[in-house]
């Protein structure tokens, strides 16, 4: 089901940016068509997938673009003069006849310098600078889960189930929602690459623009600890980064249920290692006695042992 959705959105979206670089339809038109065609055939799948209102990326809801007052073409959305600097930069990182390799860079800084998520005019005026059809903007967008299309709040806090719902408890939030006051967004993310110092959160801090964004993990966390953490941002000041227990991923302890337990010595590097081995060393058959020494024992050698 869910591959033959994505392939007519796939043919769908081949479709509109040939009616778009064809000129036989401006790209509005382009994005409206995959957005009209693409609610029709998904409405029960959007619904059974959806958490109405959040469309953040293809693994968790249907990505169908619904114009809003907060979120259609006609808003305005342009780089500040200092990000145009960064924009250039960028692009001259690629050979010019290949300037949409600088897509991804570019949807990155636009949602930094757009408090967190890309809005379709972000989107087109990404497509703008980069002279690409705006549905191919659209289509690396809607693929990564690193780019959200919905407002979101000032701190992005994602991470694992187990100390989600504390985050839920004390937000008093689900995971996909925004806190009233527009501070927090709870997000899940899987695989965050560091399961040596789980549980953890990420955080993305998108107060202070683009010159000012952080991407920080909070690692070893108890319930507690990261209930400290956002209220701590919230309160405007910096939490400690990394582990919030250990100085790197020594072994030093453990967050075992809600708490954090040192670590009792065993797991050093000092004592005998547990095993499993590679081999059983007690195997109790001697290995075969080694050849004789060619020539028999030398003269004045003690006699070989009975
Ligand atoms: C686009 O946003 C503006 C400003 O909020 C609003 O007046 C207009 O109705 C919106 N258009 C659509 C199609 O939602
Ligand atoms: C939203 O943006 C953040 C970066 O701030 C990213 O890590 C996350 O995966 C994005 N999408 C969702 C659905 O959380």
Avoid at 12 to 38: C, I, K, N, P
Avoid at 265 to 277: A, D, E, N, V
Wanted: hydrophobic fraction near 40%; charged fraction near 15%; glycine fraction near 8%.
């Amino acid at each position: 089901m869910l591959s033959r959705l994505a392939s007519s959105a796939g043919l769908l979206g081949r479709l509109a940016a040939q009616l778009s670089t064809s000129g036989a339809a401006s790209a509005s038109t382009a994005a409206s068509a995959l957005q009209h065609a693409a609610a029709a055939s998904s409405g029960a799948a959007a619904q059974r997938w959806g958490r109405a209102g959040f469309a953040t990326n293809s693994h968790d809801i249907f990505n169908v673009h619904q114009d809003s007052p907060t979120n259609n073409a006609s808003l305005p959305f342009d780089f500040t003069p200092a990000n145009y600097k960064l924009v250039e930069k960028i692009i001259s990182r690629y050979p010019p006849n290949y300037k949409a390799s600088a897509v991804i860079p570019l949807l990155d800084l636009a949602q930094q310098q757009n408090e967190g998520w890309l809005s379709l005019s972000a989107l087109n005026r990404v497509a703008k600078v980069l002279d690409m059809p705006e549905i191919r903007v659209y289509e690396v967008a809607t693929f990564y889960t690193m780019f959200n299309r919905s407002k979101i709040g000032k701190y992005h806090v994602m991470g694992s189930q187990g100390i989600e719902a504390a985050l839920v408890k004390h937000l008093g939030i689900h995971v996909g929602e925004t806190t009233a006051d527009g501070m927090f967004t709870l997000g899940e993310m899987e695989c965050m690459g560091a399961c040596v110092n789980a549980p953890m959160v990420a955080i993305a801090d998108y107060t202070k623009g683009v010159e000012g964004f952080t991407y920080n993990y909070y690692e070893d966390l108890t319930p507690a600890d990261v209930i400290k953490i956002v209220d701590a941002l919230r309160k405007g000041e910096k939490p400690r980064v990394g582990s919030q227990h250990r100085s790197k991923a020594e072994p030093a302890g453990a967050v075992a249920g809600d708490k954090w337990v040192p670590s009792s010595g065993t797991q050093t590097l000092t004592g005998t290692p547990r095993g499993p081995y590679c081999r059983d060393l007690t195997d109790p058959t001697p290995p075969p006695p080694p050849p004789p020494p060619a020539g028999g024992a030398p003269a004045g050698a003690p006699p070989p042992p009975k």
